[in-house]
């Protein structure tokens, strides 16, 4: 694999486990997040899972002892300046992810790839802020990244041929299955998967129990999760934010959110993380 050294920045629940799928490949990780509390929650998550291998015999103790040893974490940015890829995984949200590409730009050594882990912003537009943007690429991993089978590869205007080629080989080297997205937004997954989440949100609007809709999805048409479940597990702040973004940016009434949804995060009521979303949580 190229890109032997990998920049991670945000350490978060997707950053930490990218990082993690990264380590186990074999890759030296720098995780870097500006907040030294998610620094160390994000280290302790990623030793809490290489252990639970352990316990559950898919590691020996050497093997996961290698794989700790390759994390390296911090709070300064400068640090990425070693990574051959740097792959961004802040808060879903334009201006702050334009911040943060131009930030790594300016530290990044000449080579290295930057990517976004985006779930669905535009990687022309973050890719503008750069004076590389034949050097970054979207890589939208799914939650939780050490589980997840998929990473959606999403190419800017500008992306070069070389970069795709060089990032699919990581993806491929990470045992992840990639599929190539356009750039536009919500790309292939939540382009398809937030709608169907939001009509299920009108249904509990309209008087059905989010149970029977759940049950609905998953023996109706094989679903291993119902929506509504699976919206309560991602946070229904961040399903609410994707929606409106597909809304926003395609100006189709067809991704119009939910007037539920808009309370229930006004209420706090956004899943699992909170103790209560469609359902109870203890």
């Not at 907040?35 to 990623?46: C, F, L, Q, Y």
């Not at 509990?204 to 094989?222: R, S, T």
Request: glycine share 10%.
């Amino acid at each position: 694999m190229e890109e032997k050294t990998v920049g991670v920045l945000g350490a978060g629940l997707m950053g930490a486990g990218i990082a993690e799928v990264a380590a186990r490949a074999g890759s030296a990780i720098i995780l870097v997040d500006t907040d030294a509390g998610a620094v160390a929650k994000g280290k302790a998550r990623i030793e809490k899972s290489i252990q639970k291998s352990v316990e559950k015999g898919k590691l020996d103790a050497a093997t996961a002892a290698g794989i700790v040893g390759r994390l390296a974490t911090g709070t300064d940015i400068g640090a990425l300046a070693a990574a051959d890829l740097v792959i961004e995984a802040v808060y879903e949200n334009i201006a702050v992810k334009k911040e943060a590409f131009k930030k790594l730009d300016a530290i990044a050594k000449p080579g290295a790839l930057l990517a976004s882990n985006t779930s669905g912003l535009s990687i022309t537009e973050i890719s503008a802020v750069t004076k590389r943007p034949e050097k970054v690429i979207g890589l939208h991993f799914f939650y939780p990244a050490p589980r997840m089978g998929l990473v959606e590869m999403v190419r800017g205007l500008a992306t070069s041929d070389t970069t795709y080629q060089r990032a699919r080989a990581f993806v491929d080297a990470i045992g992840k299955r990639a599929i190539l997205a356009q750039d536009y937004p919500g790309f292939i997954v939540n382009r398809i998967l937030l709608p169907m989440i939001n009509e299920a949100v009108f249904c509990v609007m309209e008087g059905a129990k989010p149970e029977d809709v759940d049950a609905g999805m998953k023996l109706g048409c094989n679903h291993p999760m119902g929506p509504l479940e699976l919206a309560d597990f991602v946070g229904i702040d961040i399903a609410l934010a994707t929606i409106t973004g597909l809304y926003e940016n395609l100006r189709d009434s067809k991704y119009r959110p939910c007037p539920l949804f808009v309370q229930m995060v006004k209420a706090g009521w956004l899943g699992r993380k909170t103790g209560r979303g469609f359902y109870l949580y203890e």
